[in-house]
């Protein structure tokens, strides 16, 4: 057990992260010469909890310990540090990674020097790192999600100087370029065009954890996607908390639609995005996706609720009228597009006729599917000080009618794709059967296919012949 902290103590503050007012910061990583070699000899293994931002902040990580000479491996009982990249979004995760850190802490007793760090979201709460301090002796190392770029000085100080390093940032959050990566798939790449978010909805602690919206400058998006295709990779997504919202905070009139039109210009193959707010989505950027050939026909756009009572209360800033205005300027524009969602069951005080309108939104739009969840009690958030009327059990109850409504419905929009052709960038063999390979269509489909090995990596024709409630079957032409 570590008794003596370094230089690195800061603990973080609901209230300080509500602020928006500190300036950006631009950043150029670099890791210092003293730094350079301090993991030759040793592993390192970054465990993932959350979304696609999480995902890319741990290739990041790879990529400065990598740097310092570590070598990855897969297997805990292998590694000299291990880093666990947290999500705070729901109240499970939490009780899952506890559980985990917990498991990984057994392993001191056979590598005493073993470093293990929580890192992420998770960091980013108040109750969770005084918790930490009180009960998880056995965690080194605790950084949040705006100074991934000072890993190179925590490893030192907690591995070479034997301190316990507790630093997490409440403020707006910088833009660090450069910083090295390791990333999983060598065909595709997330791509941070932004950070942070200011929507405030009122169950969702991501602007607390994650700071100010801030976006990047277009030219370092554009050269960051050109050294992707000159080293093969044939699809990117583009990451923000809101990608509708790029371009906000700069200083110039440019936004999201620029953005798309000249990715659109690149060679790489497929451009998707994620995620979108249904209040920052424009005609412009609608126009843009349906010019550009390599901007994929997929739309994850979150209503959160069918019901505008509920939406409100959400302080989501649109209507049911509203959201359904822009599923038809989207299909519009783009007839083959497929649009997914993600709807919270559940929410404080939802009656039963909110609930119903969430029902026939979702049967009137036809998503082609859905994240589903029930809602999850944050504290720090304005929902949270709710008193809830709603049962458990009653928020189990819709949650499983919400799904059975979402599987009927992507069984029917799964069974109109029969006969046609579609392209899919071949991503392996299928999990489930070696006989076929398995990857994704334009429209972000599932495919399952009779196919030729010697097609991975590759964007190819596929025939689909089947249709399954989560993916469609093919033959390969």
Avoid at 109 to 134: A, D, H, T, Y
Avoid at 252 to 268: G, Q, V, W
Avoid at 349 to 366: A, G, H, I, K
């Amino acid at each position: 057990m570590k008794k003596n902290y370094s230089k690195y103590f800061k603990k973080p503050s609901l209230s300080s992260a509500r602020k928006r007012i500190e300036k950006v910061n631009k950043i150029e990583f670099t890791i210092a010469k003293k730094y350079e070699k301090i993991g030759n000899g040793k592993n390192f293994l970054v465990k993932t909890y959350g979304c696609q931002g999480n995902e890319a902040d741990s290739e990041k990580m790879a990529g400065v310990l990598t740097k310092l000479g570590f070598n990855n491996c897969s297997a805990p009982e292998e590694a000299d540090i291990i880093l666990v990249n947290t999500c705070a979004v729901r109240d499970n995760a939490e009780v899952r990674i506890f559980g985990e850190l917990g498991r990984l802490s057994s392993l001191k007793r056979v590598n005493p020097n073993l470093i293990l760090g929580i890192c992420g979201c998770m960091p980013q709460e108040e109750n969770v790192v005084e918790k930490i301090l009180q009960k998880c002796h056995y965690v080194d190392l605790v950084f949040g999600t705006h100074n991934i770029h000072k890993l190179p000085e925590y490893i030192y100080a907690a591995y070479l100087q034997k301190e316990r390093v507790v630093e997490v940032f409440s403020n707006v959050g910088d833009i660090v370029e450069n910083v090295p990566k390791i990333r999983k798939n060598l065909k595709k790449a997330w791509i941070n065009i932004m950070y942070g978010c200011d929507e405030f909805c009122t169950y969702c602690i991501v602007p607390y954890t994650r700071g100010k919206e801030r976006s990047r400058k277009s030219e370092n998006i554009i050269l960051e996607i050109e050294e992707l295709v000159k080293e093969g990779y044939k699809e990117v997504t583009l990451l923000g908390q809101n990608v509708n919202a790029y371009g906000n905070d700069l200083d110039i009139n440019y936004k999201f639609a620029d953005l798309l039109e000249e990715l659109s210009k690149t060679e790489m193959k497929r451009i998707r995005f994620t995620t979108s707010h249904p209040k920052d989505l424009d005609l412009r950027t609608i126009e843009a996706m349906a010019r550009g050939n390599n901007i994929m026909e997929h739309f994850h756009l979150p209503v959160q609720s069918g019901s505008d009572d509920i939406l409100k209360k959400m302080n989501r800033k649109y209507t049911k009228k509203e959201y359904i205005h822009l599923v038809k300027l989207l299909k519009q524009h783009m007839p083959n597009i497929s649009i997914t969602t993600d709807i919270i069951v559940g929410f404080p005080n939802e009656s039963r006729e909110d609930f119903e309108d969430t029902l026939t939104l979702y049967r009137e739009v036809e998503f082609d599917s859905a994240f589903t969840f029930v809602y999850s009690k944050r504290e720090g958030t304005p929902a949270a000080k709710l008193v809830d009327t709603v049962s458990e059990e009653e928020k189990k109850n819709r949650l499983h009618e919400l799904i059975e409504v979402t599987k009927e419905v992507s069984n029917s929009k799964n069974n109109q794709y029969i006969g046609k052709v579609v392209e899919v960038l071949v991503d392996s063999v299928s999990k489930n059967d070696e006989d076929f390979l398995s990857g994704y269509s334009r429209e972000n489909k599932l495919v399952n296919f009779k196919g030729d090995v010697n097609s991975i990596g590759k964007i190819v024709s596929v025939k689909i012949t089947g249709a399954k409630t989560f993916y469609l079957k093919g033959e390969e032409i």
